[in-house]
């Protein structure tokens, strides 16, 4: 299993960016995938999550703002970030929560917000 994410970069506060994670090795459509972010100072936390029917949870911290979504064709998932703040700033994960009892990860893709 591979994930691969891209999208990130700077850009100022109120912009939008969105990231892109492209997973390799497995029966995507039936999977849950989640994005993660580290912040400066913080533990990893979850950000948005969407279930293999669709469903999608956020963090209270970005809810409203953030968009997860998938293409089961592509074999992609999407993080679609609106009004972006200086406290997003991080880099960001893809991650695969439970396959084969094991849980993957991408690299991580940095965005940074401008104050």
């Known amino acids: 299993v591979q994930l691969q994410a891209s999208g990130g970069g700077l850009v100022q506060a109120g912009g939008s960016l969105r990231l892109s994670c492209v997973a390799r090795?497995?029966?995507?459509?039936?999977?849950?995938m989640n994005w993660y972010r580290q912040t400066p100072g913080k533990l990893r936390e979850l950000v948005a999550s969407?279930?293999?029917?669709?469903?999608?949870d956020y963090s209270d911290l970005v809810k409203g703002r953030f968009t997860i979504s998938r293409d089961n064709a592509r074999r992609m998932v999407y993080l679609q970030m609106n009004s972006l703040k200086a406290e997003d700033t991080g880099v960001y994960f893809c991650?695969?929560?439970?396959?084969?009892?094991?849980?993957?990860w991408g690299q991580g893709t940095l965005v940074t917000v401008s104050s």
């Open positions: 991650n695969l929560p439970n396959f084969r009892n094991r849980s993957y």
């Open positions: 090795g497995l029966n995507f459509s039936r999977n849950t």
């Open positions: 969407i279930g293999s029917s669709g469903s999608t």
